[in-house]
């Protein structure tokens, strides 16, 4: 198994065990081998987001949407932790985003709608 698959591997069990800093560790430790992990920069912004740092998440989220920008569960991601950041502009555009991958992705359109409402945008 490769080193890369190693790291991995330690952080999903990790995850699985509930040991969200050992997760965490495995997945900065692949970050150093794998700069642009979509994978690894994906699981770090769920871990940052479950701890509430949003600007942590959302830095994460970013550098795995540049490394696979067709994914739109992580153009979603990524338009969650930027709402929570208070980057409002760069979540609308994250979910446009993620609509034009995905034009009946439902949950990035529910999000959208309510961010349109938050911001007393009544489309």
């Keep these: 198994m490769s080193a890369g698959a190693d790291l991995r591997e330690r952080a999903q069990a990790a995850l699985r065990a509930g040991d969200r800093e050992a997760a965490r560790q495995a997945w900065l430790q692949l970050l150093r081998h794998s700069p642009d992990d979509p994978e690894a920069h994906n ?5 940052a987001l479950g701890e509430r740092d949003a600007a942590t998440a959302e830095r994460h989220f970013r550098a795995a949407v540049a490394a ?3 994914q739109p569960a992580l153009l979603f991601n990524h338009a969650a932790a930027a709402r929570g950041a208070g980057m409002v502009e760069a979540a609308a555009a994250s979910l446009h985003a993620a609509l034009e991958v ?3 992705f439902v949950q990035a359109i529910f999000q959208l709608a309510l961010l349109y409402e938050d911001t007393g945008d009544h489309r």
């Design 43 to 47: 699981a770090l912004g769920n871990i």
């Design 68 to 70: 696979d920008p067709g």
């Design 102 to 104: 995905d034009p009946y």
